[in-house]
């Protein structure tokens, strides 16, 4: 019997690069040996959405999005709370692993942990992930909003039905905040970097930058842009597919076949 997936999230963020050619990057980590999903492997921060994500009472902590129009976004979930949730997931996830916070202050500033609040933050983030505090009590300790109006839904992705332990994931898309910079936490993400798509799928095929087959498509899909503002155009009235690879018998070998292999060799 296959292993019912987890709900997760992921955000891509990108940032323009004027000095470069390429234009875009996208911030990558590498996950810890330990892990118990994808250890070494580069990807994009995320993780699993937790029951605290998916609540009612979630919306209230967000700004510019209801859970009606969560919905109407990720429309194959049938609950709202469920749908919000894989925003405020991903942006808890950003926070504890990378220290990125998408978050507003009172007066719709974005967060830039300014003075005193970068020690003050890097101590609730420490606590958040020993699971001492809550992500949510944090933001409204501190009286914000979450920015879940800048997150832009961009791909989905199942994990194959023979893997033991299978995610249902949602990738988005953000800006990254121009004052905030990346710190990996060293627990569950080893290192962290800021690369170009093409350039991160050159170093896979050179075997020096191991990805996964969804980050691989998410990377080859990034490529067409040359800026932050092209990417979000791209999104809207985008139709979201939902890709799980299928696992084929091929000479009593078992073997993934993908989706998209041809877009893969025209990179």
């Not at 330990?34 to 605290?52: I, L, N, Q, R």
């Not at 830039?112 to 609730?124: C, I, L, N, P, Q």
């Not at 191991?210 to 503002?229: A, E, G, Q, R």
């Amino acid at each position: 019997m296959a292993v019912v997936p987890r709900d997760a999230a992921t955000v891509i963020f990108i940032r323009n690069v004027v000095r470069s050619k390429a234009g875009l990057e996208v911030l990558m980590v590498q996950r810890s040996s330990k892990s118990d999903f994808a250890p070494c492997v580069y990807t994009f921060p995320g993780g699993a959405v937790e029951p605290a994500d998916c609540t009612a009472l979630a919306e209230e902590n967000c700004l510019g999005l209801t859970l009606q129009q969560a919905q109407s976004i990720i429309r194959d979930v049938t609950h709202s709370d469920r749908a919000l949730g894989f925003f405020v997931a991903a942006i808890r996830e950003a926070f504890e692993e990378v220290g990125i916070l998408l978050a507003y202050r009172r007066n719709h500033d974005l967060m830039t942990f300014d003075g005193m609040e970068k020690a003050r933050f890097a101590e609730y983030r420490r606590q958040i992930q020993e699971r001492s505090f809550f992500f949510e009590k944090m933001i409204r300790k501190e009286e914000l909003k979450l920015a879940t109006d800048r997150l832009f839904y961009f791909a989905h992705w199942i994990t194959p039905e023979v893997s033991p332990l299978r995610f249902d994931t949602r990738f988005f898309i953000a800006a990254a905040p121009s004052d905030q910079k990346p710190l990996h936490d060293k627990i569950e993400i080893t290192a962290s970097r800021w690369i170009s798509p093409r350039e991160a799928l050159e170093k896979h095929k050179q075997s020096e930058f191991p990805l996964l087959p969804p980050t691989i498509f998410n990377l080859i899909s990034l490529t067409k842009f040359s800026s932050v503002d092209e990417v979000v155009a791209s999104i809207d009235g985008k139709e979201i597919l939902t890709f799980i690879p299928e696992v084929i018998v091929e000479n009593g070998q078992i073997k993934i076949r993908l989706p998209w292999e041809r877009l893969l060799k025209d990179a």
